[in-house]
């Protein structure tokens, strides 16, 4: 039997996303507001992609996250953490950030999904305090980066971009390395993708995921400017390079 595909009333509330179909549609609609946002990474759900102008919202199982103190480095990822080719920074330059990874072509995407409405309503989360950056710099140009949402003591990964060799992943390594400090309990990474396998995140039961996320969004939430705090370390889970 087809279910009805649910469309979002004007109310920011979403159902059940245990309600979810087979691929992880669990809505069609609504719109980027802040409390609809909130509402949806709240409830296990995120918006993958716009058609028509109608945003479309998922909660897929399995789910991919990446756990804090399981992210796997490899030898050269390592050796160019070490080198300080990069100077990191988080939440700088948000909205720079989210448009350019809505610039950055990818080979399984024929589009971006990240349209003006999207950007608006992540930046406006940024404002709030719930949505944060982490960028590289080479010699004051922006290079590479990542954004997110976090709730409680979980982060919400959306999109990552590079115009540099290896400056996301080392966005990453250090957003990692910060959240482990902070007691996080695990990062969002979606869909199954083998960049992020290979860094360590895994594959577990929308059930798991949603009883993790319940666990996590019962702290309160680390809102407002992030810093990267000196000094915090990560221990070295270095792999052989492939």
């Known amino acids: 039997m087809v279910l009805p595909v649910y469309l979002l009333p ?13 691929e992880g549609l669990v809505a069609i609609g609504g719109d980027f507001s802040v409390d609809r946002l909130l509402n949806a990474y709240a409830s296990g ?22 756990f804090p103190d399981k992210m796997k480095i490899s030898r050269s990822l390592e050796r160019i953490i070490r080198s300080d080719r990069f100077d990191v920074k988080m939440d ?11 610039r950055v072509r990818r080979a ?11 950007i608006e309503g992540y930046t406006n989360l940024h404002r709030k305090g719930f949505a944060h950056s982490v960028v590289c710099y080479s010699e004051g140009s922006l290079v590479g980066g990542l954004y997110g949402v976090s709730l409680g003591r979980a982060f919400f990964g959306e999109s990552m971009f ?13 957003l990692v390395k910060q959240l482990r400090e902070w007691e996080f309990h695990f990062i969002d990474c979606q869909v199954e993708t083998e960049h992020f ?7 577990i039961p929308r059930t798991d995921y949603l009883q993790r996320l319940d666990s996590a969004i ?11 705090d000196a000094g915090c370390q990560m221990p070295d889970s270095g792999v052989p390079d492939n």
């Open 10 to 22: 004007k109310e920011p509330v979403f159902p059940s996303a245990s309600e979810a179909e087979e």
């Open 197 to 203: 396998l290979k860094l360590g995140a895994e594959l």
């Open 45 to 66: 759900i995120f918006p993958w992609f716009v058609h028509e102008n109608q945003p479309y919202w998922f909660s897929p199982d399995p789910r991919l996250v990446l």
């Open 92 to 102: 700088q330059d948000f909205e720079g950030v989210i448009r350019s990874c809505a």
């Open 218 to 228: 019962k702290f309160p939430t680390k809102r407002g400017k992030w810093r990267l």
């Open 162 to 174: 590079h115009y540099r060799s290896n400056a996301s992943k080392v966005a990453l390594y250090h």
């Open 108 to 118: 399984h995407e024929p589009d971006t999904w990240i349209s003006e409405e999207f």
